[in-house]
């Protein structure tokens, strides 16, 4: 893939070593099925045990409000949770597709996929902003805490935008900040993996949408406890001075936020 670039390959080793360990990307009260990213009745639709793994920062299915014989996007798809949950909604006659670089994530989500014999899940190695998805063949396109990491957002928006159909809707939950991160924060390339460092302010997240064609653009904030942001700045603490990093300054800026655009019919 022509897309590849040093972040890639440390975003894909952090998600390789978070899946062998079973370990989300922000720490225990990320992947903890009772983390209230998730309402009770959708947790439920998967066996016990199925939603113990999340490496997201909310919960874009709801947000979505899926339909029968949907095809859905997952961006960054991870072990699969949120395609599970989608492929639940959208029935037989449905489709969802999941698209993730790192092969360990892969290989555990196709692996459940089997197990709780939901056949109507699709798994795809590539870049999110390279997809190995036909333009105009997508109803929704979801995506949890993945796009806040990439290091060329306008692909990945110009790429969801070639593979919805018309009419089409992106439901995201993502990473976004309201004012500048610290420039240490910024620059640590092992930040990038641990869901703090690629966010942009919500302002420019808008304009980068804006510019791939996306109209009737909705960003609305749902701010972290201190709990969730300490675990990310934690993950690069031997990499990054601290005591140069303000941590209030980061507890203000960065935020969760629900997403939602369409692609003009």
Same mark, same amino acid.
């Given at each position: 893939m022509t897309t590849n670039t040093p972040i890639h390959?440390?975003?894909r080793e952090h998600y390789a070593e978070r899946i062998k360990s079973n370990a989300s990307c922000c720490g225990d009260s990320c992947s903890s099925p009772d983390s209230k990213l998730y309402p009770v009745d959708?947790?439920? @639709? *998967?066996?016990?045990?199925?939603?113990?793994?999340?490496?997201?920062?909310g919960d874009p299915i709801t947000l979505a409000t899926l339909q029968p014989g949907q095809?859905?996007?997952? *961006?960054?798809?991870?072990?699969?949770?949120?395609?599970?949950?989608? +492929?639940?909604?959208?029935?037989?006659?449905?489709?969802?597709?999941?698209?993730?670089? @790192?092969?360990?994530?892969?290989?555990?989500?196709r692996s459940s996929a089997k197990r709780m014999n939901i056949a109507n899940v699709e798994?795809?190695?590539?870049?999110?902003e390279e997809l190995p998805v036909d333009s105009d063949t997508v109803?929704?396109?979801?995506?949890?805490?993945?796009?806040?990491?990439?290091?060329?957002?306008?692909?990945?928006?110009?790429? @969801?935008?070639r593979v919805l159909k018309p009419g089409g809707r992106l439901a995201v939950s993502d990473i976004v900040t309201d004012g500048e991160l610290p420039?240490?924060?910024?620059?640590?390339?092992?930040?990038? +993996?641990?869901c703090v460092a690629g966010a942009v302010e919500a302002k420019e997240y808008i304009g980068m949408m804006?510019?791939?064609?996306?109209?009737?653009?909705s960003v609305t904030p749902v701010f972290f406890d201190k709990e969730t942001v300490d675990g990310a700045?934690?993950?690069?603490?031997?990499?990054?001075? *601290?005591? +140069?990093?303000?941590?209030?300054?980061?507890?203000?800026?960065?935020?969760?936020?629900?997403? @939602? +655009?369409?692609?003009p019919v």
């Open positions: 390959d440390v975003v959708l947790l439920a @639709t *998967l066996p016990d045990g199925e939603s113990a793994v999340s490496y997201g920062c095809t859905v996007l997952d *961006l960054g798809s991870g072990a699969g949770l949120d395609c599970f949950f989608a +492929a639940k909604q959208v029935g037989a006659g449905g489709k969802v597709i999941g698209v993730d670089m @790192t092969p360990e994530m892969l290989e555990r989500a798994f795809r190695q590539g870049y999110i109803d929704v396109v979801i995506s949890n805490c993945v796009i806040n990491l990439s290091p060329a957002k306008e692909s990945v928006f110009a790429e @969801t935008f420039e240490a924060v910024r620059k640590s390339l092992s930040a990038w +993996a641990g804006e510019a791939a064609g996306f109209t009737n653009i700045i934690d993950e690069v603490k031997d990499q990054i001075d *601290l005591s +140069a990093v303000s941590r209030d300054d980061i507890y203000k800026a960065v935020f969760s936020a629900k997403i @939602t +655009a369409y692609k």
